[in-house]
C-alpha cells in the first residue's frame, strides 16, 4: 500500500482528488485489505448476515479506513457527522462522498439498510463493530 500511495501522489506531496478516484475505481479491496494485514477471507462481513454482493461496501470502508490510519470507533465518528451517536443514512452517504468510496448510492442504502436492522433511526456503534 506504501508503494501505491508514492506512485498515487508523485512529486506533489499529496494524493489528488483524480488519482484517488482512479485507484478506487480498480480497486481490489481483498488485496488492500490483506496487504494491511487482515484477512479478507474472515473479514467482519461475514459475522453477520450481510449479502455477498454488499460484502465490496464493508470493504471498501474498511480499506479507506485503514487506509487513513482510522480505528473502528473514529471511522463510526467520521461517518455519525451530527456527532448524535447514530449514523443516519444521510450522514452515511455524505461520509461516504466525503472519503471518496466511489460506491453507488443504490449499494450504499442497501448496505445501510442491512446494517441499520437492529436500530430504526440508523446505524449505532455497536452494529458498526461488527
Known amino acids: 500500500i506504501e508503494d ?5 501522489k508523485g512529486d506533489k506531496g499529496y494524493v489528488d482528488l483524480k488519482a484517488w478516484r482512479e485507484v478506487l475505481g480498480r480497486r ?4 488492500i485489505l490483506q496487504s ?7 473479514s467482519p462481513s461475514d459475522k453477520y448476515c450481510l449479502p455477498r454482493d454488499l460484502r465490496k461496501v464493508s470493504d471498501t470502508i474498511a480499506a479507506v ?3 487513513n490510519e482510522l480505528g473502528t470507533v473514529d471511522g463510526f465518528e467520521a461517518f455519525d457527522l451530527d456527532q448524535d451517536g447514530i449514523i443516519s443514512l444521510q450522514d ?9 468510496l466511489g460506491l453507488a448510492d443504490s449499494d450504499l442504502e442497501s ?3 442491512c446494517a441499520s436492522t ?3 433511526n440508523g446505524i449505532i456503534i455497536e452494529t458498526w463493530n461488527l
Open 4 to 8: 501505491l500511495y508514492r506512485r498515487m
Open 118 to 120: 437492529n436500530n430504526p
Open 65 to 67: 479506513l485503514l487506509f
Open 111 to 113: 448496505w445501510f439498510s
Open 36 to 42: 494491511l494485514g487482515v484477512d479478507a477471507k474472515t
Open 92 to 100: 452515511f452517504k455524505v461520509g461516504a462522498q466525503q472519503l471518496q
Open 28 to 31: 481490489d479491496t481483498k488485496q
